[in-house]
């Protein structure tokens, strides 16, 4: 596999880790017991630390990276290992 296509994949797995983990660990102003600036939403963070949640997300992206870039290689898990709906049989085998 050439280094690009691994860096466009823990790209790929970087943005999805980074949307997925964005409600992990964040509260509100009422969950943290703080006083609301008037106009603010009610689900607006009180706690949103972006470097943190950069660094979180560089760290599971480089792992589910490493993970595909090795099954890449050994063939852990195939295409026909996830298959679950198998071909019909063709006209010709089902006539009698």
């Known amino acids: 596999m050439a280094w690009t296509s691994i860096l466009a994949i ?16 964040v509260k509100t102003h009422d969950e943290a017991g703080l006083e609301k600036i008037p106009g603010q939403a009610d689900s607006a963070p009180a706690n949103f630390r972006p470097g943190r949640h950069a660094m979180r997300a560089t760290f599971v992206a480089a792992l589910l990276t490493g993970l595909y870039v090795l099954n890449y290689q050994y063939g852990w898990i195939t295409a026909e290992d996830i298959d679950f709906f198998p071909a019909p049989p063709s006209a010709e085998q089902s006539k009698p």
């Open 10 to 25: 823990y790209a790929l797995f970087w943005v999805m880790t980074a949307f997925v983990m964005l409600p992990f660990g």
